[in-house]
Every structure is written in C-alpha cells, then in structure tokens.
C-alpha cells in the first residue's frame, strides 16, 4: 500500500465507477470524470487525510481514503474511511489488509475515531468492518433511491486509540 498520487487518479476512479452499477458501495448512480474527481483528491493530504492506493501485479487493484468527518474544528480527530476494491480482486483478502493497515496509519494521523458509512444491504463490507470491532452506531432508513428501490445506510464506528 502507497499514497496515492494524481497519476493515479484514473484507476482511482475507474475502480470507483466500476462499483456504481452493483448499487453495494456508492449513492452515484452515474459514473463520474477523472475531471470531477480532481477536487475531491487534492482535499485529501498525505499527513493528516490521505488516500492510498493497493498494488497487486504491479497494478493499483484497490483504494482507501480518509475523509475529515463533517469538517468542522471539533471533529478533527474523526475521520471517514472508504475502501473500493477492483471486481477482479474481491474476495482475495485485500479488504482485510487494507483495514488493517488503515487503521494503524489513523493512529499516526491523530485520528482516534473511524466511521464508515455502508449500505445496509452490503454484508460483506459489513461483515468485514464488524471482523476489526466495528459496531454499528446508527442507521438511516430508506434514505437512498436507487432504480426506485430504497436502501438504508448503516454508521460503523470503531474508536482506534484514547
């Protein structure tokens, strides 16, 4: 695992929108642009909210960021954390070592709490976040509307150090 660079950025999102279609891992319901996302990847600093990317066959196979959690001042030490894993490579053990290795690089970014918003309906992200202490700490409802189905979306959290 590595930072991510802005070379990057296309399989990035490339992985990203590979995901869209399986309604799973994100409310996008249409792909988006390597344009789109460039804002969004230079929000996020190598230091303290950075975005790292997974090689496997000297090719980026996976991807995990840190978000400032509801960017205000006091929630500094919160950060989100989203994992997108390429179709090929799920089920391999990628998204264990990803959150393992994220959330022992959140303690070194000040981080003491992670949150993880996931779909209700996608056990295997759930099961997996549940695998490393997190627990459900809300749920919202049939917020989403995706193909005129509506999704609730879980909050998992795990305080990571004191």
Same mark, same amino acid.
């Not at 991807?63 to 894993?85: C, D, L």
């Not at 759930?126 to 999704?151: C, H, T």
């Given at each position: 695992?590595?930072?991510?660079?802005? =070379?990057?950025? $296309?399989?990035?999102?490339?992985?990203?929108?590979?995901?869209?279609? +399986?309604?799973?891992? +994100?409310?996008?319901?249409?792909?988006?642009?390597?344009? =789109?996302?460039?804002?969004?990847?230079?929000?996020?600093? $190598?230091?303290?909210?950075?975005?790292?990317?997974?090689?496997?066959?000297?090719?980026?196979?996976?991807?995990?960021?840190?978000?400032?959690?509801?960017?205000? $001042?006091?929630?500094?030490?919160?950060?989100?954390?989203?994992?997108?894993?390429?179709?090929?490579?799920?089920?391999?053990?990628?998204?264990?070592?990803?959150?393992?290795?994220?959330?022992?690089?959140?303690?070194?970014?000040?981080?003491? +709490?992670?949150?993880?918003?996931?779909?209700?309906?996608?056990?295997?992200?759930?099961?997996?976040?549940?695998?490393?202490?997190?627990?459900?700490?809300?749920?919202?409802?049939?917020? =989403?509307?995706?193909?005129?189905?509506?999704?609730?979306?879980?909050?998992?959290?795990?305080?990571?150090?004191?």
């Amino acid at each position: 695992m590595r930072i991510a660079t802005i =070379a990057d950025l $296309p399989r990035i999102v490339e992985i990203y929108n590979s995901t869209i279609p +399986t309604r799973q891992s +994100t409310a996008d319901t249409e792909p988006v642009t390597i344009e =789109a996302r460039k804002e969004w990847f230079f929000r996020h600093k $190598p230091d303290h909210r950075p975005i790292f990317v997974m090689e496997k066959d000297e090719k980026v196979v996976a991807w995990v960021s840190f978000e400032s959690f509801y960017g205000r $001042p006091a929630y500094f030490h919160t950060a989100e954390i989203s994992i997108y894993i390429d179709a090929q490579y799920r089920r391999q053990g990628i998204g264990r070592q990803i959150l393992a290795l994220s959330i022992e690089i959140a303690k070194n970014l000040q981080i003491k +709490t992670l949150v993880g918003y996931i779909f209700s309906h996608n056990e295997p992200s759930i099961r997996l976040f549940q695998s490393f202490g997190f627990d459900e700490w809300g749920r919202l409802p049939n917020i =989403a509307v995706m193909d005129g189905k509506e999704y609730s979306l879980s909050i998992f959290g795990k305080r990571i150090c004191e």
